[in-house]
């Protein structure tokens, strides 16, 4: 047979279920997570924006520095383009003293100079001698002097005598060109 309930229903409370509790826990969690996340990185963000506003701040600060360098390295440069002319002209100018005191070791006592022209490359000295092989003697020492002459020319060479002495004496011109590097 059939049964009939006439009683009224009972109203059903809300009942919450396991899963939706979990799922709304791992939802505020979750939201949690990304706050402290969110705080994590503004801050980080905060930090590199100071820094950045930091070192603007410097390189403002260091701009006239950096045009002081820029003046600083033309003049270094303009001075060291006038180091290098002076120390060019200053070679040169020891060149003649190298080659004169060279001159002056080499010669013998009996010969002596009377000329001594020099120009860029080239020395015309003339001078006498009491012999020739006196002459010869001072020839073959500027020819030892390889590493300053290149070529030694003997351009003329005359005799005569000196009135009050009787003695004969020899008058010579020499050409000598130098190497492009005089060397010490």
Known sequence: MLQINYLPTKKKGFKLEVNYFYWAAEAVVLLIFILIFNGVLTHKINAKENEIKTKQAEVERNKGLLKQIKEFSNMRAALEKKKSIIDGLNNDRQKWVRVIDTLCNIIPDQVWLTSFKGNLQSVNISGYGITILYINEFIKALQTQDNMFSTITLKYISSGKVPEIAQSI?????????KSEVKK
Request: aromatic fraction near 12%.
């Open 170 to 178: 020899h008058k010579f011109e020499i050409d000598i060109t130098l």
